[in-house]
C-alpha cells in the first residue's frame, strides 16, 4: 500500500487485500499471529507485575495500621524504613510493615525494565532485527543509569 | 503519632491519586503535576519527599495503563522505542550536569517553552486526525508508520510519521529536562509527537505514557537509594494512581482526539505555571 520508499516492508503493506499473496500470505498471517500473540504476552506481564505490585503494597498497609490500632491508637516508633535491597530483606524476615510496603514498591519500579526486557524478546519472534538492536540499547542505558546512579548517589 | 491522622492522610492522598492517575493516563502526563503541590503545599511533606512519590506516580500511571494501551494497540511500540533511547541519553546526562545547572533559570525557560507551546496546540484545538502527513527518510526506514483501532471513529486508523529528526532531538532535551530538573516531561514528549512528528492524539498520548515509565524506572533506583521514596507517602500514591490509570485506560478508546486534546492543553498550561512559579521561588 504505502511503502514507495526503500525501507523494509511492513506488516500493513505485505498484504494486498483483493489480491491472491499465495503461500507468502500464509507466511505473513503466521508472522501477524504471533505479534499479535506477544502483545498479549506483554500486556500479560505488565498486568501481573501491576497486580502483585498492588497486592504486596496493600498487605504492608494492612498490617501497618493493623498494629497500629491493635497498640491502642498510638504508632510505635517504627517509622524507619528500608531503602537498600539488603535492607528490605532484614525488614521482611522481621516482619516490618513498612519493608513488605517497599518491596511492593520494588515490584512496580520494576515492571517498565521488565516490559522493556520483554520487548526484546517480542521483537526477535518477529524476527524485527533493527528493533532487537534498538531495544537492547534502550535496555542497556537502563542498566547503565542503574550503575551510574549507584556510584553517584 | 496518633495513627487516625495518619490514616486520613493516607485515604485522602490516595483519592487524589485516583484522579492523577486517571487524568494522566489520558494525556500521557505521569501525575507530577497533581502529586508533588498536593504532598508539599497541603500536607507541607519536604520536596525530595514529594518528588520520590512523584516518581512512583510516573511508573504507577504507565505501568496501569500499559496493560490496556497495549492490548488495545493504541500505544507505538516502535516510535516509543526508538524515541527512549534519546530520552535515557538526555536522562543520563542531565543527571550529570545537574550539578553545574542553574535550576531557577532551567525551570523559568522550560516554563516559557511550555506556555508558547501550547499556542500551535491551541490553534488545532479541534482537528480530530493529522492530515497530509508524509512518512519521511527516517520513518520509512524505522517504519514508523502504524495503524490504531479509533472506536469512536469506529474504523482502523493508519497514520505516518513526520521530522524524526527534530522529534528524536527533542526527546534528547525532555530527557535532559527530567535528569536536571526530576520533573517527568510527559508534556515535552506528547508536544513532540503530535506538534512535530505529526501522529494522532491518542497515539502520542498512550505512546508517552508507555515513555514515561521508561525514563522513570532510569531514575527510580537513585531516588530509591537516597531514601526519598517514603513508603506511606508512596503506597497511597501507587495504589491509588494504579486504580486511576486502570479506569482512565478503559476510558481512552471511547473519547476523541479533539477530547483528549482539550484535556491535555489547560494542563500543560499548569505545568508550565508550576514551572514557572518552582524557578521565580527558586524551590
Redesign the interface.
Known amino acids: 500500500m504505502k511503502n514507495p520508499g526503500n525501507g523494509p516492508p511492513t506488516l500493513r503493506d505485505e498484504i494486498e487485500p483483493g489480491k491472491d499473496n499465495g503461500p507468502e500470505k500464509e507466511q505473513v498471517m503466521h508472522r501477524q499471529a504471533v505479534v499479535r500473540q506477544a502483545e498479549l504476552v506483554i500486556s500479560y506481564v505488565l498486568r501481573g507485575g501491576v497486580l502483585l505490585s498492588a497486592a504486596i503494597i496493600l498487605s504492608g498497609v494492612a498490617l501497618f495500621y493493623f498494629r497500629a490500632f491493635a497498640s491502642g491508637g498510638y504508632m510505635t516508633a517504627a517509622s524507619a524504613f528500608p531503602h537498600t535491597l539488603a535492607g528490605v530483606e532484614q525488614g521482611i524476615a522481621l516482619g516490618n510493615p513498612l519493608a513488605i510496603i517497599v518491596l511492593g514498591l520494588l515490584v512496580l519500579l520494576a515492571t517498565p525494565v521488565v516490559r522493556v526486557a520483554v520487548s526484546i524478546v517480542a521483537f526477535l519472534l518477529e524476527r524485527d532485527w533493527r528493533y532487537v538492536v534498538i531495544t537492547s540499547m534502550v535496555l542497556l542505558i537502563l542498566l547503565l543509569s542503574f550503575v551510574l546512579g549507584k556510584g553517584g548517589a | 503519632?496518633?495513627?487516625?491522622p495518619?490514616?486520613l492522610f493516607?485515604l485522602l492522598v490516595c483519592a487524589a491519586s485516583v484522579i492523577a492517575g486517571l487524568v494522566g493516563s489520558l494525556v500521557g502526563l505521569g501525575g507530577g503535576v497533581f502529586v508533588v503541590p498536593l504532598l508539599t503545599l497541603a500536607f507541607g511533606l519536604p520536596i525530595q519527599e514529594a518528588i520520590g512519590a512523584s516518581?512512583?506516580s510516573v511508573?504507577?500511571t504507565?505501568?496501569?495503563a500499559?496493560?490496556?494501551y497495549?492490548?488495545d494497540?493504541m500505544t507505538n511500540?516502535?516510535v516509543g522505542?526508538?524515541l527512549?533511547?534519546a530520552t535515557?541519553?538526555g536522562?543520563?546526562s542531565g543527571?550529570f550536569l545537574v550539578v553545574i545547572a542553574p535550576t531557577a533559570a532551567l525551570f523559568i525557560i522550560f516554563g516559557l517553552v511550555l506556555l508558547i507551546s501550547s499556542v500551535p496546540l491551541a490553534v488545532k484545538i479541534g482537528e480530530e486526525l493529522p492530515r497530509n502527513v508524509h512518512?519521511d527518510?527516517w520513518a520509512?526506514?524505522?517504519?514508523l508508520?502504524?495503524?490504531y483501532p479509533d472506536h469512536k471513529l469506529g474504523r482502523e486508523v493508519?497514520y505516518?510519521v513526520a521530522h524524526v529528526p527534530v522529534g528524536f532531538s527533542m526527546m534528547y532535551v525532555a530527557g535532559l529536562i527530567s535528569g536536571l530538573l526530576g520533573i517527568g516531561s510527559g508534556t515535552f514528549k506528547v508536544l513532540a509527537m503530535d506538534t512535530v512528528m505529526r501522529l494522532p492524539m491518542k497515539v502520542s498520548t498512550t505512546t508517552s505514557n508507555f515513555m514515561i515509565?521508561?525514563t522513570?524506572?532510569?531514575?527510580?533506583?537513585?531516588y530509591?537509594?537516597?531514601?526519598d521514596?517514603?513508603?506511606?507517602v508512596?503506597?497511597p500514591v501507587?495504589?491509588g494512581v494504579?486504580l486511576g490509570a486502570t479506569v482512565g485506560a478503559k476510558t481512552l478508546a471511547r473519547l476523541s482526539n479533539s477530547t483528549i486534546r482539550k484535556i491535555f492543553i489547560p494542563l500543560l498550561a499548569l505545568i508550565a505555571a508550576e514551572m514557572l512559579f518552582r524557578g521565580i521561588l527558586a524551590v
Not at chain 2, 521514596?229 to 506511606?232: D, N, S
Open positions: 503519632m496518633l495513627a487516625e495518619q490514616l493516607f516518581i512512583v511508573i504507577a504507565s505501568s496501569g500499559a496493560a490496556a497495549v492490548r494497540r511500540l516502535r522505542m526508538f527512549e533511547v535515557t541519553l536522562a543520563i543527571a512518512d527518510r520509512r526506514w524505522l517504519s508508520g502504524g495503524a493508519s505516518e515509565g521508561v522513570a524506572a532510569a531514575s527510580a533506583g537513585i530509591f537509594a537516597r531514601g521514596i517514603h513508603p506511606l508512596a503506597a501507587a495504589l494504579l
